[in-house]
């Protein structure tokens, strides 16, 4: 059973969590502009080969992959560092990286330039995406937490449409390279993330950093736990603050071995989903007959259903628990998907696109919010870096199997049965997931909290 040292202030915690949530999710939709504007103006580089040369749809669905091993390697890079080095650091240093990736992508002239900083700019995706669940968690109210990951991460699906409007309304008079520098913006995000971006005093106390711990947590209103000597014996850490199990080490311990392997292909269906569709559904639909626009509107219906499916179906999760949403969700998905070959009137297949959005990305929202509280404070960095570093071999794959499949002249359908099947698999695998540890028992109450830690607390010190 963990102790209570320091009770939250909740007027505090909320608007601590406020600050946090809005760096996070206006980074993460920028995230997922720049994961989705491939797939905007991929059809503009395949029909034109002035701009970075010669394409066929092979070479497409490579390119739309190299982002993704980029992110792969980046979040892989951030659960190794990122539980002994700190969120705040990660974030602010992964926030610049992308943004200047995206701005010199937007600069290429060639295939291979283009395609090195695409894997560029997703190494910092990729360790931004990781960092961005594991920090609202540490930060997010109790009870709350579902909600607020995924307000957080409905940023990327919003990027997604994003994108997709701006594909409709500047493609023509900015160009893609236009739209590429929109994708650099983030960068006037860093000096407010500086100075209201707060390290998290339960990682910094997990640390060793004790007075520290004390003094952030009480200018941010969040609650401090320790674990007791025999707790610390069964989960792998020792009493009071020092882990001895920290990161991937942490995940190799009995208690979460099984439970992240299978997390690991939950995300990776998820994220083939995600990004086989985002990159080839404007594709898929020019061949059923729609014009680029018609196709793009395609791709702003998928996103905005994920935004809409995340935000409602995280409000159930928090009052009940998120493994069978997303088991709903995922099988949502399978049926939206075969639905969408019937060769259905447009109202209704616009309804199914937006359903296959909440059973796609919205799926892969609320999967980051699962992970993140899934994980205890010493493990969580690493759990939802293997989680997002994983899944991405999905990212990878889902462009390449569309183009695959496009390469093969299968159709559309041959493509919606496909992805129908990786969603059926999704919900497998988290039927199969273990159940949750338990991270926050019950508490002591205030009043027997030690004098001395009150007196830390009162100490004044720096946010950051």
Not at 103 to 112: E, G, H, N, Q
Not at 324 to 332: D, Q, R
Request: proline content about 4%; hydrophobic content about 50%.
């Amino acid at each position: 059973m963990s102790t209570q040292l320091l009770a939250a202030d909740p007027k505090i915690e909320r608007r601590t969590a406020g600050w946090v949530a809005f760096i996070a999710c206006t980074t993460l939709i920028f995230d997922g502009y720049d994961l989705t504007i491939y797939g905007t103006v991929m059809p503009t580089l395949l029909n034109d080969s002035s701009h970075i040369g010669e394409l066929d749809a092979g070479t497409a669905g490579a390119l739309g992959s190299y982002a993704m091993l980029g992110v792969l390697v980046g979040a892989i890079l951030c659960g190794s560092i990122g539980d002994f080095l700190g969120r705040r650091k990660i974030i602010l240093f992964s926030l610049a990286w992308f943004s200047a990736g995206m701005f010199i992508t937007a600069l290429s002239t060639s295939v291979a330039v283009f395609g090195t900083f695409r894997f560029l700019t997703g190494l910092g995706l990729g360790a931004i995406l990781a960092a961005a669940a594991t920090t609202m968690a540490e930060f997010a109210p109790a009870g709350k937490r579902n909600l607020y990951n995924a307000i957080v991460y409905s940023g990327i699906p919003a990027g997604g449409v994003l994108a997709a409007l701006l594909g409709i309304l500047l493609l023509e008079p900015l160009g893609w390279r236009g739209l590429f520098m929109i994708g650099a913006l983030p960068i006037l995000l860093l000096p407010i993330a500086w100075f209201k971006l707060p390290e998290s005093p339960q990682w910094l106390l997990t640390r060793g950093h004790r007075e520290r711990a004390f003094a952030v947590a009480k200018i941010t209103g969040n609650p401090l736990y320790e674990v007791p000597a025999r707790t610390a014996k069964l989960s792998g850490i020792s009493a009071g603050t020092a882990v001895h199990r920290t990161g991937f080490a942490a995940l190799l311990t009995k208690k979460y071995f099984v439970a992240t392997i299978i997390l690991g292909f939950v995300s990776f269906a998820g994220l083939l989903l995600t990004y086989g569709l985002n990159t080839w559904l404007p594709r898929i639909m020019e061949g059923y007959g729609y014009d680029t626009n018609g196709s793009l509107m395609f791709l702003l219906i998928l996103n905005g259903g994920a935004v809409a499916g995340a935000l409602f179906g995280s409000k159930i999760a928090d009052k009940y628990s998120p493994r069978p949403i997303i088991i709903t969700t995922f099988t949502l998905a399978a049926i939206s998907l075969v639905m969408m070959t019937f060769g259905l009137h447009l109202g209704m297949l616009l309804i199914f696109i937006a359903f296959a959005g909440v059973g796609t990305l919205g799926t892969q929202v609320l999967g980051y919010g699962y992970v993140s509280n899934y994980y205890t404070t010493q493990a969580r960095s690493a759990g939802v870096s293997w989680f997002a570093g994983f899944g991405r071999l999905g990212g990878v794959a889902g462009p390449f199997v569309g183009g695959l499949l496009a390469m093969w002249n299968l159709g559309g359908s041959a493509a919606f049965y496909v992805f129908g099947g990786v969603a059926v698999f999704g919900a497998v695998m988290v039927a199969l997931v273990p159940r949750q540890p338990e991270e926050n028992p019950p508490t002591v109450s205030a009043s027997t909290i030690d004098v001395s830690v009150q007196e830390t607390a009162a100490k004044p010190a720096q946010v950051q």
